[in-house]
């Protein structure tokens, strides 16, 4: 049967990299790391690491293992950091789950709103992908996100806060610059920065208004990110329909960004762990959070007919 000190022996020894290094975090002797580990893959009956030449090397079944440590390793460690801020009578603190784009955009200013009235509060800002979002919630290892909005998802609770419309971005001197409006005919034969669909339902509804139009550009890059397809659009390498937060950062950029007429829109959301209590402080955050999202300066008008508040 595993043990928590042989798994805490472990995790010393893969991230120290040497047995040394390993008995120096858990201030015990090399032998006494050796043996644990030893002990843990009997119990586990698989190696953790080739012994060749007096050095370790994990094996495919060592990296793996690691990263269910690691996960459940985050959990713990989370509850230590509160036992030890409710021992020393320090403040709470807030986890909070956000896509990677409003990391730079909206929770900077959200971060200023909420330590107005809590400077002394510590937030931990976890910028993850969409699925990666849920999984913390479901999992109980963020108090809150901010994410795109998603279907019903059990373990996760879900609260609307804006809702804004798709824009087209495009390098300064471009033809199209000109244009108040980018209508998906206006895109025909262009090169595009497209994105690799981890929700499907927006990207389905840009191809669908491309289709309408009888539009066929050129998808010449596909990425993860909104501010790696900006960036692409800096670089010359195409347009791209975005999200229109990060404009105003990447204008400095080079990037023109012009509303989209396809009739498209990106619903944001707040999103806890279902059936938890929420402190007063994540009540304020909320509101802080709620007060930058309507007021929130894209540059132009970026906002569908509907928000929430």
């Known amino acids: 049967m595993m043990k928590f000190r042989q798994i805490e022996a472990f995790r010393c020894l893969m991230v120290a990299g040497t047995t040394n290094g390993a008995a120096r975090k858990m201030n015990i002797t090399q032998p006494a790391i050796s043996r644990l580990v030893s002990d843990l893959e009997d119990s586990l009956g698989f190696r953790l690491f080739n012994r060749a030449k007096g050095r370790l090397e994990p094996t495919t079944a060592g990296v793996r293992f690691f990263r269910a440590v690691e996960e459940n390793f985050l959990g713990l460690e989370r509850l230590s950091q509160v036992a030890a801020n409710i021992r020393n009578e320090a403040p709470e603190g807030i986890s909070v789950a956000c896509l990677f784009v409003l990391s730079t955009t909206l929770m900077p200013l959200v971060l200023k709103e909420f330590f107005r009235y809590h400077p002394d509060v510590p937030v931990t800002v976890d910028t993850c992908n969409g699925p990666e979002i849920l999984v913390r919630l479901q999992d109980m290892k963020v108090d809150m996100a901010i994410a ?9 609770e879900v609260e609307k806060i804006l809702r804004v419309n798709v824009s087209c971005a495009m390098p300064a001197g471009h033809r199209l610059a000109n244009k108040a409006m980018i209508y998906p005919e206006d895109l025909h034969g262009e090169n595009m920065i497209g994105w690799v669909p981890i929700i499907s339902q927006n990207y389905e509804k840009e ?6 139009a009888g539009s066929v550009p050129r998808n010449v890059i596909k990425t993860h990110t909104s501010h790696t397809r900006y960036a692409m659009v800096a670089n010359g390498l195409g347009l791209s329909i975005v999200e229109p937060f990060a404009a105003k950062i990447w204008e400095k950029h080079g990037v023109i960004v012009r509303p989209y007429a396809g009739e498209i829109s990106y619903e944001y959301v707040l999103a806890y762990p279902g059936g938890g209590i929420r402190s007063q402080l994540m009540r304020d955050f909320r509101d802080a959070v709620v007060k930058v999202a309507s007021d ?11 928000t929430y508040s």
């Not at 909005?149 to 996760?156: C, E, N, R, S, W």
């Not at 191809?207 to 309408?212: I, Y």
């Not at 929130?296 to 509907?306: H, I, N, T, V």
């Open 207 to 212: 191809q669908q208004s491309l289709k309408d």
């Open 148 to 156: 795109l909005d998603f279907p019903a998802f059990a373990g996760v």
């Open 296 to 306: 929130y300066d894209f540059g132009f008008d970026a906002r569908s007919k509907s």
